[in-house]
Nanobody, 126 residues
Framework: QVQLVESGGGLVQAGGSLRLSCAASGRTFSSRAMGWFRQAPGKEREFVAAISWNGGNTYYADSVKGRFTISRDNAKNTVYLQMNSLKPEDTAVYYC???????????????????WGQGTQVTVSS
């Protein structure tokens, strides 16, 4: 089992930055790919970024490529999402998720992830 708790959300002006953190409990965190997803009001949940279990591979949605960076610290059981050059359209609740099985490659479908945090709100004002 993996339990996830996100933090770091907030209100920021367009062009600003935020860093989200996702703290995980459970001994298998370091062997699982991790993902970040987001859901804006009235919209479907969408993929943002993913990282392999060892941090060697990352994968981004086109809408955030070049602005967001996903990373992880397995010693701290934490995955991060550094968000730069934020835009109003980045406003959403952001969720971190852990892959359903260890050592799978990171993917962009929510169906690949079995463990989810409660989400953290990010609001970007124009």
């Amino acid at each position: 089992q993996v339990q996830l708790v996100e933090s770091g959300g907030g209100l920021v002006q367009a062009g600003g930055s935020l860093r989200l953190s996702c703290a995980a409990s459970g001994r298998t965190f370091s062997s699982r790919a991790m993902g970040w997803f987001r859901q804006a009001p009235g919209k479907e949940r969408e993929f943002v970024a993913a990282i392999s279990w060892n941090g060697g591979n990352t994968y981004y949605a086109d809408s955030v490529k070049g602005r967001f960076t996903i990373s992880r610290d397995n010693a701290k059981n934490t995955v991060y999402l550094q968000m730069n050059s934020l835009k109003p359209e980045d406003t959403a609740v952001y969720y971190c998720a852990a892959d359903r099985d260890p050592f799978l490659p990171p993917g962009g479908s929510s169906y690949e992830y079995d463990y989810w945090g409660q989400g953290t709100q990010v609001t970007v004002s124009s």
